[in-house]
């Protein structure tokens, strides 16, 4: 009785913004953050085109997880019962049409605004967004979602990471800069933990309903390994942006994240289920300390 209450008492708007996942956009925030700081640090940062390559990036993030949200519940990996937060599908707090034309609004948003960075770019940018976006779809939808195959990893490193830092600095620059190439891997890295977590929190129910993440596919003991391999190489990185791009100490500013890093490494090997949940809110924040204290050591 009191769980119908509570969700009969969700507003449509509350649905939506439950469906978009605010937790989940630092993830498109940070790589272009660390993209503008490196275009501004070589005299060629451009406002408007950094405003409208974060704009398509949020709405690819949240276009993403609408697509997300609708193909769990269609694949029945999401049920009413689940370890992670309420999705609204599952939940009937927003119906599979009304998912569909918010897909396809979000998208179709994002590739208009998108249009404008081919403009001053050239096609390369709309191969760009056009790629980003199917990755998008392609994440959790259509004969091989890649969240269902061991390949969510690596999509999530290439489209967070790489192009996202490096696109954000090519719409800016005109050009691929190596400087934004290993600033991208940090970056790339930490988001991904994000999803790390969440896939080993998950990995049973996944098991159950057929969905092969890494974390089913190679075992806890690789997640757990792969979590503390792309803390290291996201602090390791730091020497050689130092070392070869530039020769200041200031580079070294997210180190000041280091403590927490450390702590949710205890937490991966310690806690389990629904515990993980605060490891996961955690592992984001520090995806997003991270990037905010790399862009600033950037600038400075």
Not at 121 to 137: F, K, N, P, Q, Y
Not at 200 to 218: F, H, M, P, S
């Amino acid at each position: 009785m009191t769980n119908t209450t509570t969700t009969n008492s969700i507003t449509k708007f509350d649905a939506w913004m439950m469906a978009a996942r605010p937790r989940t956009l630092p993830a498109a925030l940070v790589p272009v953050l660390v993209g503008s700081s490196i275009a501004v640090q070589d005299g060629k940062f451009k406002p408007l085109a950094a405003i409208i390559a974060l704009i398509c990036a949020l709405l690819i993030q949240i276009g993403t997880n609408f697509v997300n949200d609708l193909y769990d519940f269609l694949h029945g990996t999401d049920k009413k019962d689940r370890v992670g937060p309420k999705r609204v599908v599952t939940a009937g707090l927003i119906s599979i049409t009304e998912i569909k034309i918010g897909i396809i609004a979000v998208f179709v948003l994002s590739f208009v605004f998108g249009m404008y960075l081919v403009y001053i770019t050239g096609w390369e940018v709309l191969l760009l967004g056009v790629v980003s976006i199917l990755a998008g779809i392609a994440y959790t939808a259509g004969p091989f979602p890649l969240a269902y195959n061991g390949l969510g990893d690596i999509a999530s490193f290439l489209f967070f990471g790489l192009v996202g830092t490096i696109g954000t600095y090519y719409v800016q620059a005109g050009e691929v800069s190596a400087f934004a190439f290993w600033s991208s891997i940090p970056v790339g890295a930490l988001i991904t933990n994000i999803l790390v977590v969440n896939n080993y929190r998950d990995r049973e129910e996944d098991q159950l309903n057929g969905k092969n993440t890494l974390a089913v596919l190679l075992g806890v003991k690789f997640a757990r390994f792969q979590y503390v391999v792309f803390m290291l190489v996201s602090y390791a990185i730091l020497l050689v942006v130092y070392f070869t791009y530039k020769n200041s100490v200031w580079v070294f500013l997210p180190m000041l994240s280091l403590p927490l890093s450390v702590k949710l490494v205890k937490m991966v090997f310690t806690l389990q289920g629904s515990e993980l949940n605060k490891t996961l809110e955690l592992t984001a924040k520090l995806s997003a300390l991270y990037g905010l204290l790399f862009a600033a050591g950037i600038l400075i």
